[in-house]
Each structure stands twice: as structure tokens, then as C-alpha cells.
């Protein structure tokens, strides 16, 4: 009888991961036709929670990789997978702050 029961539960929790998978699926956008398309600004700024226009500056001063036609800025993949290695780039310590006694030693040693 106790497997029965067991069996039961296993089946609930099955149909239960089903539906989640579903939902998930359901939420995923359709990938593109063309993995090779080129995303606006806009595309790009959603994937990235960022704003087209922070996208379009930083690209227009030469800091993210695009590709340009006319007024119109257009980034590959694999432009987007270099602004997220960019981004990822360790930030810089903060400067060891030197007292003026210190500081004032070196100058009397040299």
C-alpha cells in the first residue's frame, strides 16, 4: 500500500515539473531565423537592461564594438558578447592612502 502512495506522489511531482517546463518554454522567445542578424540598439538595450541611447554614445565614442550604417548603429553577437566581457573587467582597487609621516620619512631617507 505504502508504494502505491509513493507512486502517487512521483506522478505529482512529474506532472508538476512538466507544467513548470511548459511555462518556461512558454516564456523563452522564439530564437531568431538568422543567428548571424545583425540587433539594434534597442534589442541590444533589453538584453543587457541598459538604455539604446547609453548603447548608441558609448558606441559613437569608439568604447563598445558595432558596426555602423549611415546614422544607424548595429551590433552583432558577437558585439554584444564583448560589451559583457567588457563590462566584466575587474575593477580597479582603491589607492592605498599614504600618511604625511610616512611620506615625510621617505623624503628625509633620500
Do not use: W
Not at 565614442?61 to 554584444?80: C, I, M, N, Q, S
Not at 573587467?89 to 592605498?96: C, F, G, I, L, Y
Amino acid at each position: 500500500m505504502e508504494t502505491e502512495r509513493d507512486q502517487g506522489q512521483v506522478n505529482a511531482v512529474a506532472a508538476a515539473i512538466r507544467e513548470l517546463a511548459a511555462a518556461v518554454c512558454a516564456a523563452v522567445p522564439e530564437p531568431p531565423v538568422d543567428p548571424d542578424a545583425l540587433l539594434t540598439a534597442e534589442q541590444v538595450g533589453e538584453l543587457l537592461h541598459l538604455s539604446s541611447r547609453t548603447l548608441k554614445d558609448q558606441a559613437a565614442a569608439g568604447v563598445l564594438p558595432h558596426h555602423r550604417f549611415g546614422k544607424h548603429y548595429r551590433f552583432t553577437r558577437g558585439d554584444v558578447a564583448e560589451i559583457v566581457r567588457l563590462s566584466a573587467a575587474p575593477v580597479k582597487s582603491p589607492r592605498r592612502r599614504v600618511s604625511v609621516e610616512d611620506l615625510a620619512e621617505d623624503f628625509r631617507a633620500a
